[in-house]
């Protein structure tokens, strides 16, 4: 399976509303992921799955979303998946939020992901 194929399920996963099953599936037990607007870093699939659950929690509504665009470099094992949602937080403040996710593959799983997105009006 290419990189480009795996970044594909993992959209395909993410479209279909099975993130914690995605994260299952493709991220390294080590995986290193940062937050680049916020600069926050966690270490490790269980701390990422930890803060996946706490953001699904903090949010009340949600009214769309999906996967736009989905690239790999092969040699260099990195895939690039582009994203969006307009959700409703639990604080009844409503955003449209896109995002760009940057990995990086090793052995067929993701060991490091960095996520570049705006809140707006958050």
Not at 1 to 13: C, G, I, S, W, Y
Not at 105 to 119: H, L, P, Q, R, T
Request: proline letters at 2%.
């Amino acid at each position: 399976m290419t990189h480009l194929e795996r970044a594909q399920d993992l959209a395909n996963m993410l479209n279909q509303g099975q993130a914690m099953e995605a994260l299952e599936k493709h991220y390294a037990e080590n995986v290193q992921v940062w937050e680049m607007p916020t600069g926050e870093q966690r270490d490790g699939r269980a701390a990422q799955i930890e803060a996946m659950k706490e953001w699904f929690g903090s949010i009340k509504e949600h009214h769309g979303g999906g996967c736009t665009a989905v690239t790999a470099n092969e040699e260099a094992q990195t895939t690039c998946i582009e994203s969006w949602t307009d959700i409703t937080m639990q604080n009844g403040h409503r955003m449209k939020m896109s995002e760009i996710g940057i990995q990086k593959w090793k052995d067929g799983k993701i060991v490091e992901e960095k996520f570049y997105y705006n809140m707006p009006g958050h």
